[in-house]
Nanobody
Framework: QVQLVESGGGLVQAGASLNLSCAAS????????MGWFRQAPGKEREFVAA????????YLADSVQGRFTISRDNAKNMVCLLMNSLKPDDTGVYYC??????????????????WGQGTQVIVSA
């Protein structure tokens, strides 16, 4: 059974950093893409970043380019999202997801088969 467990969220001030982690278990993820999405109160879930586990290719949303970095730790079967220079607009619940597809479609919700429960990020002004 696939499990994705996020951690690392919290309450920070604008300009601070957070490092989110997604622990993946239940199968071999080497052929998967891993994505991070976020959902602010009253808004739709939106794409943040994605990484192809094999090879490490990435996509980042325009709104986080230059501030966020997605990476993987093969030994720990974990995907991380390092978030620097946080802004109040980055507030939301951050979700980790896994997809068996790659390409620009991973910037939408559709290709993802598995989702974590989310971790809350609050950025105060």
């Amino acid at each position: 059974q696939v499990q994705l467990v996020e951690s690392g969220g919290g309450l920070v001030q604008a300009g601070a950093s957070l490092n989110l982690s997604c622990a993946a278990s239940g199968r071999t993820f080497s052929s998967y893409a891993m994505g991070w999405f976020r959902q602010a109160p009253g808004k739709e879930r939106e794409f943040v970043a994605a990484l192809k586990w094999s090879g490490g290719a990435t996509y980042l949303a325009d709104s986080v380019q230059g501030r966020f970095t997605i990476s993987r730790d093969n030994a720990k079967n974990m995907v991380c999202l390092l978030m620097n220079s946080l802004k109040p607009d980055d507030t939301g619940v951050y979700y980790c997801a896994a997809s068996q597809q790659w390409g620009r479609q991973v910037m939408s919700l559709i290709p993802y088969n598995y989702w974590g429960q989310g971790t809350q990020v609050i950025v105060s002004a």
